[in-house]
């Protein structure tokens, strides 16, 4: 089953920390197993990949049962339920969401400082308490993917509108960004100076010139994928040239029968479509620039511990 949002999770949170101090990785694992939830389930991270997603939800839960007052930190990393959380729980109620915390003062004070614009650093996360069933973090995440996914789509059709020329410049900034080439003069020299009907380019795999890669670079429409005879071809050239090692680079993709092709050769060809393409162009700052950068900070625990 899905893992339940962080409103979802506040009743069997809030239930668990009236039972004793709890902490947040033993509260998720006797949520996970009341919920079945499998072993990658459990293990699910966010699209960021820094923290999983159970532990995510159930911190949230935490967080904003806390500012109700339902819920308290007595020491560094436990938690538990107040005298107000146990009351909240005698009455059985059948859910705990932010609907319901908003009938605490102290929760209404927390959300008040966020809807009257006042200057405070939680202010965000009780804006995001009302508005939406994620956590603020996964908010974060799913903003970066789309403002990404939209930027990856805005690279291939610029590169499309662009000459074959560009195209190979592209693919040289690429791999030079990625370490290989040994410099961009060097890369630009030999990307498409081979000469050979099947190859376009050779590069250098390490700036000592130990290895070298050979290029293939096919500037089509998506619509029209790079198919079996094509991935055939560049192979041949690369037995033909003693060559092990091949990487062709579209901005389309492959055809089923192209990738399982390049399944089981004794050359190693490595297949760039353009969905792969425009992510390692992102991944290494290739034709795009930070306009905005966020930075989120979390409290230091260590700082607050007198024990160090």
């Known amino acids: 089953m899905a893992i339940p949002d962080y409103q979802t999770l506040m009743l069997p949170v809030l239930a668990i920390a009236s039972e004793g101090e709890a902490r947040v990785p033993d509260v998720a694992e006797k949520i996970a197993s009341m919920l079945g939830l499998t072993d990658e389930e459990r293990e699910e991270m966010l699209p960021s990949g820094k923290q999983r997603l159970l532990h995510n939800r159930i911190h949230w839960a935490k967080f904003y049962m806390s500012k109700a007052g339902l819920i308290r ?10 005298d107000a959380g146990r009351a909240l729980l005698a009455t059985q109620p059948t859910a705990i969401d932010v609907a319901l915390l908003k009938s605490y ?4 004070e927390f959300y008040g400082a966020a809807s009257s614009g006042a200057s405070s650093s939680e202010a965000p996360a009780a804006l ?5 069933a994620i956590t603020p973090e996964e908010q974060i995440d799913a903003a970066h993917a789309i403002l990404t996914s939209a930027l990856r789509a805005d690279l291939l059709t610029r590169i499309l509108e662009q000459t074959p020329a560009f195209f190979e410049r592209v693919i040289v900034d690429l791999l030079v960004a990625m370490g290989y080439g040994g410099s961009h003069e060097n890369a630009a020299m030999r990307l498409g100076k081979s000469g050979d009907g099947g190859i376009d380019g050779i590069v250098d795999e390490d700036r000592l010139g130990l290895d070298r ?7 089509y429409a998506h619509h029209v994928p790079v198919g079996r005879p094509e991935i055939q071809g560049f192979v041949g050239s690369l037995v033909g040239l003693g060559a092990t090692k091949g990487v062709f680079v579209t901005t389309s993709t492959f055809s089923a029968p192209a990738v399982e092709f390049t399944r089981g050769l004794q050359q190693r060809v490595i297949l760039i479509d353009g969905t792969r393409l425009t992510e390692l162009m992102v991944e290494f700052g290739v034709g795009v620039r930070s306009s905005r950068m966020v930075e989120v900070k979390r409290l230091d625990e260590d700082f607050f511990n007198e024990d160090i």
């Open 128 to 132: 995001a308490a009302t508005e939406s």
């Open 73 to 82: 930190s007595p020491k560094r990393g436990l938690f538990t339920a107040t």
């Open 105 to 108: 003062p102290t929760f209404v």
């Open 213 to 219: 890669i050979y290029l293939q670079a096919k500037r």
